[in-house]
Every structure is written in structure tokens, then in C-alpha cells.
């Protein structure tokens, strides 16, 4: 998916999610799309567009982690998110 794109799958996704926003699989979807989205924004040096992303990506992992203290799945992608936001402030010479 090009990158222009992004958002406005990342939109569409968010408009399907509400219609049933108890739907954990759907917000862990969306989570992970965030991650990919932010790491094409990352090689196109758009280094804001990205650090959006893996922060909405983020958002969505730490709250889907705590429903569910024995989902490996869950846990990993908290993990992935927080590792990878770290990496991409550290890039941008961010140190928060």
C-alpha cells in the first residue's frame, strides 16, 4: 500500500472498529496496521507522520494488554510498540 494511503486505510479501519469496539481483534488489527504504516512513513523519512502512527499503534496496544494478562499476542505487540516508538525518537534526537 503506498504510503499516501495510509491514513485514510488507518481512517476507514477506525470507522469499521467503531461499529463494534468491543471487538479486541479488530483493535489489535488496527494496532499492528498503525505499526506498518508508521515504518513506511520511517523509510520515506517522514519521521512526524511515523512517530503519529506508532503512538496511535501504542495507544491501542496498552489498552488491549491489560484485558488479558495470559495473551502472548497482546503482550508482544505492547512490547514491539514501545520498543519501536523508542527506536524512532531516538532517531529524531528526541529523548522522551
Do not use: Y
Not at 22 to 35: A, G, K, M, V
Not at 51 to 74: F, K, M, S, V
Request: overall charge negative; aromatic content about 6%.
Amino acid at each position: 500500500m503506498p504510503a499516501s494511503n495510509s491514513s485514510g486505510f488507518t481512517r476507514q479501519f477506525s470507522q469499521v472498529r467503531a461499529l463494534d469496539p468491543d471487538n479486541t481483534d479488530w483493535q489489535r488489527d488496527l494496532s499492528i496496521s498503525h505499526r506498518f504504516i508508521a515504518t513506511l512513513f520511517e523509510q520515506q523519512g517522514r519521521l512526524a507522520e511515523a512517530l503519529t502512527e506508532r503512538e496511535a499503534g501504542l495507544a491501542i496496544a496498552e489498552r488491549l494488554a491489560p484485558l488479558d494478562e495470559t495473551n502472548a499476542d497482546w503482550h508482544h505487540e505492547l512490547a514491539a510498540s514501545r520498543e519501536a516508538l523508542q527506536a524512532l525518537k531516538q532517531r529524531m534526537g528526541r529523548t522522551d
